[in-house]
C-alpha cells in the first residue's frame, strides 16, 4: 500500500514551521492545517507532493509568524523560542542541531517574516528558488536577493565556533554537578567571565526581568535560588535542541529548561525558558527532520 505523502513527510514539514515560529506549539497548530488542506486536495494531480507540502506550511507559518510578530510585541520580558526535546540522534546531523538551537532560532528572530522564511528554506532545506518564489509570493529574482541579505544578516550573528557535542556535554554535567552540591568554585570554572544568562518568564512565573551578566552575579543568583529551593526540586541532563541542555523540576512538574552555549569548555550563554507554555511538550521528544530517511 502506497504511504501517504504528507505522513512521510511530517517530520520535515514541522521541523519547517517550527524553524520558521520559534513555537512547538504553533508549529504543530500549522502541521495541522497542512493537513486539512492536503486532505482536501485532488492528491494524485500533485507531481511533487513534497514541495507542495512544504509550501503548504510555508505559507501557513508566514501568516501566523505575521500575527506573532505584533503578538509579541506585548511580551512582558524577554521572548525566547520554545524549546523542543529531542533524541541524540538529531545532534549527529551537525546542520540541523545547528539550524534548531537556541541560538540560531534566537538569531532569526531578529529577521523580517519573508526574510526568515527564505534563509529556512533554502539555507537548511535547500529548496530551489523558484519553489521557495512560489510559497512567499515573490518573483525568483527578489528571493535570491532577500536569500542574499537574509545569509549575510545571520552570518554576522550566529555563534562562530562549532561546538564538539562531548565537549558541550561535558560542560553541562560539570555546571548541574555544582549546581546540585552548591560548588561555587566549580560553578565559576566552567562558567566564562562575560556569561550572559537570558530569562523568558512571559510574566507569568518570578524570574530575572533582564539579562544577567557576568560569572560572579549568576553564582550569586543561581546560589540564591538553590538556597531557597525545596526538597522536592530536581536537576537533569537532557537533549534539547539538538544539544544538552538542563531541566529542573518541581513537584515532578518541569520549571524550567536551560539551554547553554558552550565555548572552550566554558558556558557563555545560557538560555533559561520559565514560561510554564512554553514547557507544556517538554515530555515527548519532537521529531525533527531535514529529509526523508530512505
Known sequence: MKRDPFVTHRSLLFTVAYEMLGSAADAEDVVQEAWLRWADTDQEAVREPRAYLIRTVTRQALNRLRTLSRRREDYVGDWLPEPVLTSPEVADDVELAESVSMAMLTVLETLGPAERAVF???????????????????????VRQIAHRSREHVAARRPRMRVDRAEQRAAVEKFLAAIDTGDVRSLLEVLAPDVVMVTDSGGLVPAARRP?????????????????????????AVW???????????????????????????????????????????????ALARSVAD
Do not use: C, H, M, W
Open 240 to 286: 534539547l535542541n539538538g544539544a544538552p541542555g538542563v531541566r529542573f523540576d518541581l513537584g515532578g512538574e518541569v520549571a524550567a529548561a536551560l539551554s547553554l552555549t558552550v565555548e572552550d569548555g566554558r558556558i557563555t550563554r545560557i538560555y533559561a525558558i520559565r514560561n510554564p507554555y512554553k514547557l507544556a511538550r517538554l515530555g515527548e521528544e519532537s
Open 120 to 142: 529556512v528554506l533554502r539555507e537548511v532545506f535547500q529548496s530551489p528558488y523558484e519553489e521557495i518564489a512560489e510559497a512567499i509570493g515573490k518573483s525568483p529574482a527578489a
Open 212 to 236: 544577567i551578566v557576568g560569572a560572579d552575579n549568576l553564582v550569586a543568583f543561581l546560589g540564591g535560588l538553590v538556597a531557597k529551593a525545596p526538597s522536592d526540586f530536581a536537576s537533569a
